[in-house]
């Protein structure tokens, strides 16, 4: 029975986890590799074979199906559980700078994979906080599940195939934590982390196309359709339009390795994750509860060691589609180890709804994107979702 970790929903919503101290005058990321209504028409059971019904504190793999280590009959099950094939074409042959953005979407699949297993189990088995008393919505919210679920198992496979197509080995699972104790929570939950995976893939496509490895291109992109999908569900189960913003929010490689390192895999726990050049920042706390779509001061925090800041230091938002906003941060108080400082929040003349990504960084600027955010950043993601 699920969801009982020591997170809340707000860990992935901007909260450091097991935060490590930091030195003021030479914060540096980390070496690479840290460890409604009912609906009125009639919903049909789901085709194919019964999911991989699975749960744990913390989850870990393998599951009942053998993933992430599918024969050729249990891959089978598995697409038609997912409505549809891996691409079938043949393997890219990748650059080294590439093979590291197939890595990481292996691992973030992997732990998409554990998270929707979990929560299929939780809604089959009505654990307490999953229960839904209509029958018809119960069943629709199941079958969406059911499918996303195996979705993601293609997802991995095929990005861990990549890699063994270029002679690498494949990322392996870590455990991990969910920090959801309600349906509800957990969509919201996935929304989120559905809309940094979202503006990752953005940042893959644009690795792949400066490097000349375009033939990948297309496939990211189906998946970035695909997610797209998801959180539209996602967004309408919370009472939300189902399309969040004209132009989705970027993200960064080094973003969704360093939220998915700080709020949901155990410490430890990935046999190769150090095979990710990419760095893990310092998390980087939003202390401000809840942020409404409008002008304000936000309040955030850092685990650090030395009594006075470095000059220099900016809060950064990414959001949509638009150049980073930097903001100069004020009210810099260290007690207990915890810095403590204040930044504006420029909701209105932005328009900053859906995800906004917060940087910590050790540069005024000005930035040109997420990737070159990430280049300066400190301590985040912050994610704060609007609308």
Known sequence: MRYTSGFVAAALLGAAVAAPVAQWGDWESSSSGSDGASPSATVSPPLGPPAPLKS??????????????????????TEEQAHGIEPNGGAPTLKPDDLTSFRLIAFNEL??????????????????????????????VINAITAIQ???????????????????APIQPCQYVFPSSTLDEALAF???????????????????????????VPII????GQEGEQ??????????????LPFLTRSSREFAFSVLNQAVVVKGSCPNSNLIDLPVFLPLTINTSPIAAEDQTLSFSVTVDKSSPPAGL??????????????????????NGVATFDAFFPYSEYLLNGLTIVALTNSTGPFTDAEDVAKATIAGPGLIEIN
Do not use: C, W
């Open 190 to 216: 996935a929304k989120t982390f559905t809309d940094v995976v979202m503006g990752t893939l953005q940042d893959v496509q644009f690795h792949l196309a400066t490097n000349g490895d375009d033939g990948p």
């Open 56 to 77: 744990g504190n913390p989850f870990s793999f393998p599951l009942s199906n053998g993933f992430p280590n599918l024969n050729a009959a249990e891959l089978n099950a």
């Open 221 to 224: 992109g189906s998946v970035i």
């Open 314 to 335: 900016s809060i950064v938002y990414i959001n949509s589609q638009s150049v980073p906003i930097v903001e100069n941060i004020t009210n810099a108080v260290l007690s």
């Open 111 to 140: 732990f998409e994979v554990a998270f929707f297993t979990d929560l299929l189990f939780n809604l089959t088995e009505n654990v307490a906080g999953f229960t839904i008393a209509d029958s018809t919505t119960r069943q629709m």
């Open 231 to 244: 959180t539209g569900f996602f967004r309408y189960f919370g009472g939300l339009v189902p399309s969040e």
């Open 150 to 168: 195996a979705q993601e198992e293609l997802h991995a496979d095929n990005a861990n195939k990549i890699l063994a197509a270029n002679g690498q």
